[in-house]
């Protein structure tokens, strides 16, 4: 699924070249660092992806702290590098500075909404992504038992979470979900150990399935699942292929197509601003399953996705999203 | 005996040693030589220079011009390692030891002859043994350093070095944190050590130790060798003076005490160290205005709590202390200064002082809240160092510098600058621990002089010493403690003998 | 042992010694950049025109050195006193919450600089009270402040934490901080400084914050070195003892230099909440609490050096996001290399160059 929606940018992207105007993208990181194997890493690829196509190059960096942050997108805005992406809501507040101070230039902010003319807002609807992955968590647990293990304790990570236990109750009302973050400090998104200890917990207590949201911590939680032979849940990126068999599907936002359309979009001169809300029905956020994980989804797995799919775009199933009201009904 | 030994040929010679650093020269021209097998005595007040020669001697100090020559043969001496080669061995005033290792692995440390200990450690027990025989230095080669008297951990310190192979044994100031008893051990084992071939040089302050066991001595004063004397042909009175550059007197010269009412009462006082032990038991005395009374006693049978207690540093278990009739509340030793109780205390580096602050800063410590030096949260500088400007030239305090860092004075000025400050606000009461413990005989005779004076004052004074002599020829009645009692009361002109059978638990 | 105890003039010692530290800092950093395979003398160029080649610049480095000016005293101040205050970080994030609950009461109705007097005693209060049970405990029951600093840090955040997810979140907002101040509650930037010296500021947040970290450097001289609570901090600080004898209250003093010492990180936060993103946000402080420790530590405890050690750390901080923005082979893990290799060669091995300097110096009289 994920291959043909390649080939069919590609081919997008290759009758576009050839009208595209030369451009100087810039990509500005999370606090995470680039190789997160997760948020940051997926924003890379994109940008990765748009080079490979199309041979533009582009300057990325990677702020240590807010104030760096503001200075780096600033910076690539002021040496006339356009369109400047930067992923993270951290950067919420210096992109609303720094795209009023260069209104020429456009900006692309992932994970949170900039109200300006000059500012593509790009979000994701995590709560429904996390829906269908709490729905296969439901339905390949044998014990009843799933796991959360999120990274800072923060809205973002709680509407994942929100939607996961939605997803798996879905499957059967009485399912246990143990809920757990790796901190309250950034350095939650960077501690694979601790990750790794709060899973092994859950799975004491039962857990078979547990759903990483928490960067490269995720890691931890992913490796530890893999050695205790049960099941884990990838986000962000397709972690799929971290362990094959182990890794039961990832919770894909494509972060990547959100860089990747930004800097098309710049060099065909389609580039638009406003908020770009992508969920099931826009395929922005995708249960992944690939080569990797082919055998553990069964065709009833697979058909129920199928239909909470086509449910959630309807409208018959309604995921409530947290952030709304910064509560969770389950 | 003397004579002969010091006509051997000469173990050690040092030529024309010159060391300065900035612009205190501290020594100065320096020539000396000490014959094979005899004990060498170096005198000389603190600050005058000897400790220097002593540590250009085993490497830490690099003379700036001059010449040492071992058995004759000039030596180039870059560090310890070099000096351990040349045959010289150095007992340190502070024992260089590892605390809880035992006696037979500090003896070892660093020299354990190869990577696998178990063939060292059989060889070094051996040759523990055969040094242990041939000078009668008796050690248990496994009891654990900490857990040894300080005397015997003194052995040890002489055992390393003749472990290494030493011929030439230095050993600085070796009885200032010993008991009597323990000294004239020392004494005996030097003197064997010296018939056996070893060359001794022995660094000290006190006259009597020079008298008792060197065959010559030399005088250091201000970076200078002034006299080189064969010990038998001189007398206590003339090194002294050698030593002060003047005529100084070796007796304090006092009239008669007045006593006046109590100032100072002491009821049923016992008090507790830190481990509980009880150091200070049922003690009771008075101490008069216009009175010393000495405390005499072997260190550690209690006296130093029981200063500790009064001072109001130690809260004492039970008991009372008064103050003219008034008993004191709480150990505070912030209130006892305001109830006009001085303490000078037995630890100056400790207690006392602060080493790292500048003259000026320890001249108010204790103090820093009297009005004079500076109104509501602020300190008056400038009348804080006036004030110790004041003090520094009533007292001689040198060099007479309140910017200097305390730690840069000698034992003896240090001392000095303590006695200012708690004399010099006119106390009532002074309490006074070990008075010149590693002080100088000219600051000696000084303070002690003060004390005197305090006393005909009126003030009521409490003195603390290990140092008989001190207590005898000071105090106006003597009472000794031993394991934690005071065991009986004496006059001023009880004798010696006596004192020391009472010291020792034996006799009261 | 023998060159310890040499007195070196002053200017060998807090000049000659440091600069020489950091020049060899300096040059281990070069080999580094060298070794992979990029020019450093293009590298420190960058550094140093990023640090200080323009008014931002400049801007920036002031910032970044104003908060770590907060950071060095609060940790010079308990050291003085014998403490190492450790919980400067969580002080300062507490201290935040000071300062904020200042800017949103008081910035809808008055202007900053009368917000600002109240928002400086907040953030000190907050700060200081973050540092009282860590000081009570080892006032009171010799609890090692060490262990007890670094846990309220964590507890901090976590408190923190809690608050801004789920109490100053504004609704329907992604990120967890409170809404942005009024221009009331916020501490306005300094460009008339700036163009005192022919500057523009730009969009460096450098503010009046700056002009408050000075005046504390005063403060904590003044404290330190001429009243007689410095006086028994000092004296409690060197030698424990001799304050006991003396009669200083320990209780007293220790607990005094510690709401001192977590004042002064709270202070901080004025810097980084209101001078620059003018709202309160998860993990503000980032690292300037531990930042202070080496700032204190270059700066051997004195107003005059924590300045200088602040700024020094300035300078890194912004050239050196400069230099790996310049030079994308330069990752900020090679930043942080760097940083640590200054920490190293100017804090740790302070008297690794000492004996050298000591036979240099004393050759150089003799002759």
Same mark, same amino acid.
């Given at each position: ?6 080939? $069919? ?81 951290? =950067? ?96 939650? =998104? ?66 990547? $197509? ?73 | ?91 340190? !005033? ?20 190869? !990577? ?221 200064? !305001? ?74 000025? !240090? ?94 | ?47 140093? %025109?990023?640090?200080?080649? #323009? ?85 009171? #029951? ?36 409170? #809404? ?5 509650? %916020? ?46 901090? #000092? ?133």
């Amino acid at each position: 699924m994920k291959k043909t929606l390649l080939s $069919l940018l590609a081919v997008a992207a290759m009758s576009t070249t050839a009208l595209a105007a030369e451009i100087k993208p810039a990509l500005v990181y999370g606090t995470g660092g680039k190789f997160d194997k997760s948020f940051n890493e997926a924003a890379a690829a994109g940008a990765e992806m748009y080079k490979k196509e199309t041979g533009t190059d582009y300057r990325d960096f990677e702020p240590t702290s807010d104030t760096q942050g503001e200075q780096a997108i600033r910076n690539f805005a002021s040496r006339g590098y356009n369109p400047v992406v930067a992923v993270s809501f951290a =950067w919420t507040s210096a992109m609303e500075k720094v795209a009023a101070e260069f209104p020429d230039t456009k900006f692309v902010i992932v994970d949170s909404v900039v109200d300006l003319p000059n500012v593509r807002s790009v979000v994701y609807n995590e709560a429904e992504g996390s829906y269908l992955v709490g729905l296969l968590a439901g339905m390949a647990s044998k014990t009843g038992k799933v796991g959360f293990v999120g990274g800072m304790d923060i809205p973002l990570i709680r509407k994942f979470g929100c939607g996961y236990v939605q997803g798996a109750k879905s499957v059967k009302a009485d399912m246990q979900v143990f809920q757990n973050m790796v901190g309250t400090t950034g350095a939650a =998104w960077n501690d694979p150990v601790r990750a790794g200890e709060l899973t092994k917990n859950q799975i004491d207590q039962g857990a078979d399935v547990i759903y990483a949201a928490a960067g490269a911590s995720g890691l931890g939680v992913l490796q530890t699942a893999a050695d205790n032979k049960k099941l884990s849940i990838g986000v962000d990126s397709n972690q799929n292929h971290v362990h094959p068999g182990s890794v039961l599907t990832s919770m894909v936002k494509r972060v990547d $197509l959100a860089v990747y359309n930004a800097y098309k979009d710049a060099a065909a001169d389609k580039f638009t601003a406003g908020v770009q809300s992508n969920g099931i029905k826009d395929e922005g956020v995708v249960a992944a399953i690939d080569d990797n994980n082919k055998a553990l989804i069964t065709p009833e797995m697979q058909a129920a996705v199928d239909k909470a799919k086509a449910d959630i775009i309807a409208g018959t199933v309604k995921v409530h999203d947290y952030m709304t009201d910064n509560s969770c009904p389950m | 005996m003397s004579l002969q030994s010091s006509a051997n040929e000469p173990a050690i010679e040092l030529v024309g040693i010159d060391k300065k650093f900035g612009a205190v020269h501290a020594n100065k021209n320096i020539n000396l030589s000490v014959g094979k097998g005899s004990i060498h005595g170096i005198i000389g007040e603190n600050g005058a220079g000897k400790s220097t020669l002593m540590s250009i001697l085993y490497g830490f100090y690099h003379a700036d011009e001059g010449e040492i020559r071992i058995q004759g043969k000039p030596v180039t001496i870059r560090d310890s390692q070099a000096a351990i080669a040349a045959g010289i061995g150095m007992v340190h !005033q502070h024992f260089m030891l590892v605390e809880n290792f035992t006696v037979l692995e500090n003896v070892m440390l660093g020299a354990e002859g190869g !990577q696998l200990l178990a063939k060292g450690v059989a060889g070094a027990r051996k040759e523990l043994k055969r040094l242990e025989k041939d000078y009668g230095l008796e050690v248990d080669p496994d009891a654990v350093i900490e857990e040894l008297p300080v005397g015997n951990q003194q052995r040890v310190e002489i055992l390393k070095a003749l472990y290494r192979g030493a011929e030439i044994l230095i050993l600085d100031e070796p009885t200032g944190v010993l008991t009597p008893a323990e000294a004239d051990h020392l004494f005996r084992i030097l003197q064997v050590l010296r018939d056996q071939g070893k060359t001794i040089i022995l660094i000290t302050h006190k006259l009597r130790e020079i008298m008792a066991i060197t065959d010559t001595v030399s005088v250091m004063r201000r970076g200078e060798m002034v006299a080189t004397r064969k010990t038998a042909e001189t007398t206590v009175a003339e090194l002294a003076e050698l030593m002060v550059g003047r005529r100084v007197l070796l007796r304090v010269e006092k009239g008669d005490a007045n006593p006046g009412p109590v100032l100072l009462s002491v009821k049923n006082l016992t008090v507790k160290d830190g481990r509980g032990v009880t150091m200070v038991d049922d003690v009771s005395f008075d101490v008069r205005a216009g009175e010393i009374v000495g405390i005499a006693g072997v260190a550690g049978n209690g006296q130093s709590e029981l200063l500790e207690a009064l001072a109001g540093i130690r809260k004492p278990v039970s008991g009372e202390i008064l103050i003219d009739g008034k008993p004191v509340e709480s150990a505070d030793p912030a209130l006892l200064r !305001q109830l006009a109780l001085a303490h000078i205390p037995e630890d100056r580096h400790h207690m006392g002082l602060v080493l790292k602050f500048e003259e000026y800063e320890n001249s108010i410590l204790g103090y820093h809240h009297d009005p004079r030096y500076g109104r509501g949260a602020m300190l008056d500088l400038d009348a804080v160092r006036k004030s110790a400007e004041e003090q520094i030239e009533k007292y001689d305090i040198r060099p007479p510098n309140p910017r200097l860092k305390t730690a840069n004075f000698s034992g003896g000025n !240090q001392q000095k600058i303590v006695v200012a400050r708690e004399i010099e606000r006119d106390p009532k009461m002074l309490l006074i621990g070990q008075p010149t413990r590693g002080v100088d005989i000219g600051a000696i005779e000084f303070i002690h002089r003060r004390i005197i004076e305090m006393r005909d004052a009126g003030k009521a004074v409490l003195l603390v010493s290990v140092e008989l002599d001190e207590i005898r020829s000071l105090s106006d009645r003597i009472l000794v403690m031993f394991a934690g009692k005071v065991v009986g009361e004496k006059s001023a002109d009880a004798d010696e003998q006596t004192l020391g059978l009472m010291m020792a638990g034996i006799a009261a | 042992m023998s060159t310890a105890s040499v007195p070196l003039p002053a200017w060998i010692n807090y000049g000659v010694i440091p600069l020489l530290n950091l020049i060899l800092a300096f040059f281990f950093s070069g080999l580094v950049v060298w070794a992979i395979g990029e020019n450093p003398f293009e590298a420190l160029n960058f550094l140093i %025109q990023g640090a200080l080649g #323009r008014g931002d610049a400049i801007g920036f480095t002031l910032f970044y050195a104003t908060s770590f000016i907060f950071t060095g005293l609060s940790v010079a101040v308990a050291f003085h006193a014998g403490l190492f205050n450790i919980g400067s970080e969580g002080q300062a994030y507490v201290g935040g919450l000071g300062a904020a609950l200042v800017a949103l009461s008081l910035d809808h109705y008055v202007p900053w600089y009368v917000t600002m007097p109240f928002a400086i005693a907040g953030a000190a209060l907050f700060g200081a009270a973050w540092a009282f049970i860590p000081a009570w405990l080892q006032a009171k #029951r010799g609890s090692h402040i060490v262990i007890t600093t670094i846990m309220f840090n964590f507890i901090g955040a976590a408190l923190m934490v809690y608050l801004l997810v789920n109490v100053f979140i504004v609704p329907g907002k992604m990120a967890p901080e409170t #809404r942005t101040f009024l221009p009331g509650g %916020q501490l306005p930037k300094l460009d008339w400084l700036m163009a005192l010296f022919g500057l523009k500021l730009g969009p460096a947040p450098f503010n009046v914050s700056f002009i408050i970290a000075l005046v504390m450097c005063y403060l904590v001289w003044l404290l330190i070195w001429r009243t007689k609570l410095g006086y028994e901090m #000092r004296t409690l600080g060197i030698s424990p003892t001799a304050a006991v004898y003396a009669g200083i209250p320990y209780v007293r003093t220790v607990i005094i230099a510690m709401l001192i010492s977590g004042g002064l990180a709270g202070m901080m936060s004025l810097n980084a909440v209101m001078g620059a993103s003018a709202r309160l946000q998860v993990e503000f402080v980032a690292g300037a609490g531990f930042v202070g420790i080496a700032v204190s530590l270059m700066g051997r405890s004195h107003p005059v050096g924590i300045i200088l050690a602040a700024i020094l750390f300035g300078i890194l901080y912004q050239g050196g996001a400069d230099l790996s923005f310049e030079m994308p082979n330069i990752t900020r893990d090679m930043i942080v290399v760097i940083q640590g290799l200054v920490i190293f060669f100017a804090g740790a091995l302070e008297y690794m160059l000492r004996p050298a300097m000591v036979r240099l110096y004393q050759t150089a009289r003799g002759k």
